[in-house]
């Protein structure tokens, strides 16, 4: 147990089947900005969204791309200021979600995305426009983190960052909006959540009462995400794994992610992965690992899912991801022998790889790589 914690997550949640047509009494101000992806605009889905929205002005961004680029967070900006939006709604998956957070604060603050994040010089002073987040994969957790993923082409990279003014005002969570979901997308998001929670858990930085919460949303994952991807329609897994999501969001929100979340930048930026197939990819690798220096925390993990030991886990998570068509081994997603040094370095770059329970190091960071070539 750890001699000292805290917990701190200011964002309201509100879990309705139907909430994300109900949100009018919720939103201060007149103007309403919407950013989603060219998906969800083109299914309709953002357009119903801000139909319910009585006597509100309503626009809409939906250009958002997959592992955002800070351009995309530059254009939707400029929109949200000839807008004067008083309240940006960010709809989607991670990626439309991370780039309202950030819209919301530039709609008060001059100047690009590239001015605060990743080598930026200037502070974000405030946020004065409402920010509420609501999420259509059941994945990352960002309708209730403070982080935002965005991708810096002048650089090439894909880089967290971490701002207390991102904290959404609202959650709203509504199951239905996951119906859609393609069952290749239910399996790398669902397992990206999975990665949130027991990162959070065998975290260097891990709080008890984020271990509580990590454990919860690992069980629940483990008990429906197969049903999820199997019957889409079903609303009780699709309700089971929003619900773990957001709880693995909580979890990871207060003692960040580790090696999983770091390496899986350039498997996304440079491989083309999707985030969560990135992650996926090697967390069975890194449960093997957790167990030098968190043995006992990791057994009691395995007993409490139902494992014989920390090695029956990983090769229960193996054979999950397997059975939903995800990759378990690098060279699936094209990378090669001579790309891991490469990786690891990258990998090696982020600071969240330090929270990782293991040395982490070129030398062990490739050995893990190579492991699952
Ligand atoms: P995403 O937002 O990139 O969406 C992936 C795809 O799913 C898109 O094509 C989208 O159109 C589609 N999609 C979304 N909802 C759908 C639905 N209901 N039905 C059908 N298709 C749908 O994917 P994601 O995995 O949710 O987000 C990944 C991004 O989030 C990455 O950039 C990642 O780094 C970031 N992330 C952020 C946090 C955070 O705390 N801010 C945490 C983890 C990951």
Redesign the pocket.
Known sequence: MREKFGYWMPVHICYEEGISKKMTRFIKGERVFVIS?P??YENGLAESVGNSLEGKQVSYFSHIE???SCESVDEAAALAREAGADCVIGL???????VAKMVACLVSNEGSVYDYYSGGTKELKGRDTMLICIP??A????EV?N???FTNRKKGV?MPMVHDLFWPDYAMIDPS??Y???PA?TAS?GM?AFCHAIEAYWNKESVPVCDMLSLGAMKLILENIKRAYEEPKDQMARGAMLTASLIA?ISFSQTRTTGIHALSFPLTTEFGA???TACAVTLPAFVRLSQGQEGEKMRALAAYLGYGSVEELAQALEELMADMGLPTRLSQIGVKKEDLAHIASVGLSAAIINLTPAEMNEKSVHALLESIL
């Open positions: 992806d998906f969800l997959p592992n955002p989607g998956g991670g990626s439309s979600m991370d259509t994969t994945g990352t957790g960002s983190t982080v935002g993923v894909k909006l996951t859609t979901l393609p997308v998001t990206d969001g999707s985030h969560g």
